[in-house]
Structure formats: structure tokens, C-alpha cells
């Protein structure tokens, strides 16, 4: 069966700091891959996706850069946080178009 | 672009069924239906999916009608552990990624 994981579970960091989050899928090969963010209350808002190695398309322009440096590995950055950039991201996958996704189990990140 | 509509919130009670409904008018003919639940800190889990017509598995029914301009998610005997923010998906109708919008949902709160 497919598993999907994602780390760290929580994060606090200030302002000005470095991020990476790290997202990898088990079980599958050549999926399609999401970065979600989500504010308190909010629902989610797409952010990255890469349906290959190396392809990334983004959906809003920001602070933030996804990387897929490997078939079942997607990476999500930042160079310097902004206090919007706090918020639960969540990392998806799913097999093709009009397939469900699955989520991971998200992290959640405090800047300060 | 596909966009839904829900009612923000519903209230229901133990053993009770709940339907939720979703209004999607401008569904495109290739563009499937999703429905999501998620609890608080836990990324979305796919319930059910479908094109036309009534979709059912062990959690819920989907009944969509011949337009497909609405779909109603349908929740037999509800219990307190489906408080949950439930989420209807359309896709965009268009190249490879579809059924990746999500909208503020349908916070339901069982009560005992």
C-alpha cells in the first residue's frame, strides 16, 4: 500500500529564517505531487505541484520554492521567512488526473 | 473555472443522516466530483467520487443528478467522530490537474 510522509510534524522558527520541508511517498512510482498551505479556519490553498522529476509549476507567486529532486521526493523552501508564511502545510499525492488525492499529516509552522 | 458552493456549516445529531449538498454549476464534461473530510491538524482524507448518477462505498453515497450542476453528499447514521469540515472538489476541467480547488468546506458538528 501507498504511505505518504511528511516532517516535521511542528515548527517554529523566526522571522528571516531558512525553511525546508520534506514530503516522500512509499508504494508509488511517478506520482503527482502538491504543496498545500492552510491558514487557521481557512481552506486549502495549492501552492506548488510537479507531476516529474525536476518540474515544478507554481500557483502563487511568494516567498516560498518546491524541488523534486527525486521521483517520490518533494522538498518545499524558503531563503528568509515572513510571518504570513505561518500556516499548516500539507503535502499531497495522487496516480493522475481526476484521481483522489492523500494527504500527509501536515506541519505545522510558527514564525515568531 | 469550476467553482463550488457550500454551506458554511450544518449541525446534526447522533444517528441522524446528514446530506450535504454542493453546487458546481459550471462543471466541465470531463470533470469528476470529490469529496474530502478533514478533521482539525490532519490533512483531508478522500470519502468518495464520482461522474453521474449515485456513487456508494462503506462511508457515504454520492447522489449526483443528470445536469451535474449539484452533487449531495450523503452520511448514514452520523456519530460524534464525524464532526469534520467536509469539502466538495470540481476539476478545472482542463490538462493535467484537476480536482485540485478547495473551497472554505462544510464545517459539520454532530451533537449527542
Known amino acids: 500500500s501507498q504511505t505518504i510522509h511528511q516532517w516535521p510534524a511542528t515548527l517554529v522558527q523566526p522571522v528571516g529564517s531558512p525553511l525546508s520541508l520534506e514530503c516522500t511517498v512509499e508504494?508509488?512510482?511517478?506520482?503527482?505531487l502538491y504543496w498545500y498551505r492552510q491558514a487557521a479556519g481557512r481552506g486549502l490553498q495549492l501552492l506548488f505541484y510537479s507531476v516529474g522529476i525536476g518540474q515544478i509549476s507554481s500557483e502563487v507567486p511568494q516567498n516560498l520554492s518546491a524541488s523534486r529532486p527525486q521521483d517520490r521526493q518533494f522538498i518545499l523552501s524558503s531563503k528568509k521567512l515572513l510571518l504570513s508564511d505561518s500556516g499548516f502545510y500539507l503535502c499531497a499525492w495522487r496516480r493522475g488526473f481526476n484521481q483522489p488525492q492523500h494527504f500527509g499529516d501536515g506541519t505545522r509552522l510558527s514564525i515568531l | 473555472l469550476a467553482k463550488t458552493t457550500q454551506p458554511i456549516s450544518m449541525d446534526s445529531y447522533e444517528g441522524q443522516e446528514v446530506n450535504i449538498t454542493c453546487s458546481h454549476n459550471n462543471i466541465a464534461t470531463n470533470d469528476y466530483i470529490t469529496w474530502y473530510q478533514q478533521f482539525p491538524s490532519q490533512g483531508p482524507r478522500f470519502i468518495i467520487q464520482g461522474y453521474k448518477t449515485k456513487v456508494t462505498n462503506e462511508v457515504a453515497s454520492l447522489f449526483i443528478p443528470a445536469d451535474r450542476k449539484s452533487s449531495t453528499l450523503s452520511l448514514p447514521r452520523v456519530s460524534l467522530s464525524d464532526t469534520a469540515v467536509y469539502y466538495c472538489l470540481v476539476g478545472v476541467g482542463t490538462g493535467s490537474q484537476g480536482n485540485l480547488i478547495f473551497g472554505k468546506g462544510t464545517k459539520l458538528s454532530v451533537k449527542p
Open positions: 508504494g508509488t512510482s511517478n506520482p503527482n
